[in-house]
């Protein structure tokens, strides 16, 4: 199946599979879906193991909280590593890679997840795209380049109030999306979507989930010069993205190039935020479909 001789022709017309972020699912990617949909595309948003709709809300997550107890609940996440997710997609991938080209996307922390596919199955992904998402060269994973100067503008630090319980006991980091602290609110729609209403904002909070894996964080992500960096790849830059700073995609990108200097990211730039593309999914998917033909 990993043979590209079992493959259709080149000029097939390619199917993007999509893979979400920490904290959210398949179902962030519906907007940017229909608007590939309304331009001819095929596109598969996967939910990585325990998310979507198998995504954890105990009652005490519920209206009214009772944070205490949740902090005390046992994480269905605790358990997940990056080779769960990058098997998942890997699977995806398999089978998509039936009828034609496969464009792999992520977005955020799903460029780990993507970065382990390219290095286990570079004959099966013909384009790695990345959305403001973490593909990790020189460190190993998120969390040590969340260290770095590069992330220093990132307001994510300041938000560490939103988390209950302790995310090495429960092995997963867990927010309180559904807080009502006003603060809490403002400090995170400046984080991750300052670009839209309050009311859009609120919608897009009740898309997520509390959870998240640690290991997932943690593992070793960095790419290999000769799997990864054999395909094809381009990076969305997202200039008002105050998770993921400018300065720390602009890091990534230049640490990939410098690894495989004759197959550089093809780079192109959104003027929104590190959630925000999404209420702009005709740009995204006019970048998306100009790339379907490169």
Known sequence: MSSMSTRPASGAAP?????????TSSFMWAS???ELALLGHRSFAVDLPGHGLDAQYPVAYQAPQDLPAWAEEPSTLAGVTLRDNVEVVLDVVRRVAEYGPVVLVGASLGGVTIS????????????LVYISAWSCVELANPVEYMRAPEFGASLLPALAALNVGDPARLGAGRANYRTADPALLAGLKAATMADVSDERFRAFLNILQPDESIAVMT???RVQAGTWGTIARSYIRLTGDRSLPIAMQDRLIAEADALTP?????????????AGFVFRAAEVAAVLDGLSSA
Do not use: C, E, I, K
């Open 116 to 127: 382990g596919v390219g290095n286990a199955a570079p004959d099966l992904v013909d384009r």
């Open 15 to 23: 199917t993007f599979v999509l893979v979400h972020g920490s904290g």
């Open 32 to 34: 940017v879906q229909r």
């Open 219 to 221: 593992a070793d992500a």
């Open 262 to 274: 004759g197959n550089p990211y093809d780079v192109h730039t959104l003027d929104t935020t590190h």
